[in-house]
């Protein structure tokens, strides 16, 4: 299959603005398998380089620095090998990531987190996002998390569209989460994001 070009709806002309997103349970999880060929592995030591690589191939809005990883996971390093995974092309090549990894105080609870999902560019297309999700949220299940949340960004509309369909609706916890999600309501129809 020849490498997939980015859609110009991958970009879409959004005001970039931090945004979070919750699912309040974890009952009745949406499940999809990985494309054929397609597998994961668990995160296992040294992958660190694996996942910086990944990321900076696959980002377009920031640059990835090794601080990244080591500010999100380098509390809890231990944890990486239960919640981290790898996507594996059926070359056997590690093209996406995503950590079903956890926040003890968000909204003043406990909560389980999907945190650093990428894909790289020539993969993305293949439905690829959404055995990724149900693995990770299958392990935060099965990990005893009661319920979910994510951060992301206005301009992750593909991103958004997956993380609805997972259940994720809108966490509005100011005014400017509420204007940040008007943003992106122009452009994702969907029921959660009606009336805003």
Request: charged residues 25%; glycine residues 8%; aromatic residues 10%.
């Amino acid at each position: 299959m020849p490498p997939r070009v980015p859609r110009v709806a991958d970009r879409p002309n959004i005001e970039y603005r931090h945004i979070c997103m919750v699912r309040e349970n974890l009952a009745d999880l949406p499940q999809h398998s990985l494309p054929a060929g397609y597998t994961a592995r668990p995160f296992a030591p040294g992958d660190r380089a694996t996942w910086l690589r990944i990321w900076r191939a696959s980002e377009t809005f920031e640059t990835i620095r090794p601080s990244h990883f080591d500010e999100s996971f380098g509390d809890d390093p231990g944890a990486m090998i239960r919640r981290a995974m790898f996507l594996v092309s059926p070359a056997g090549k590690d093209v996406g990531t995503i950590t079903a990894w956890y926040e003890k105080r968000y909204l003043r609870r406990p909560w389980g987190r999907i945190h650093w999902v990428a894909v790289l560019p020539n993969h993305r297309g293949r439905g690829l996002s959404r055995g990724m999700m149900t693995l990770a949220m299958n392990r935060l299940r099965a990990l005893g998390h009661r319920r979910a949340m994510l951060a992301t960004q206005t301009t992750r509309i593909p991103a958004i569209r997956t993380y609805l369909r997972f259940g994720f609706v809108p966490a509005l916890t100011d005014a400017g989460s509420a204007d940040a999600w008007r943003l992106v309501a122009g452009h994702v129809d969907h029921p959660a994001l009606k009336g805003l």
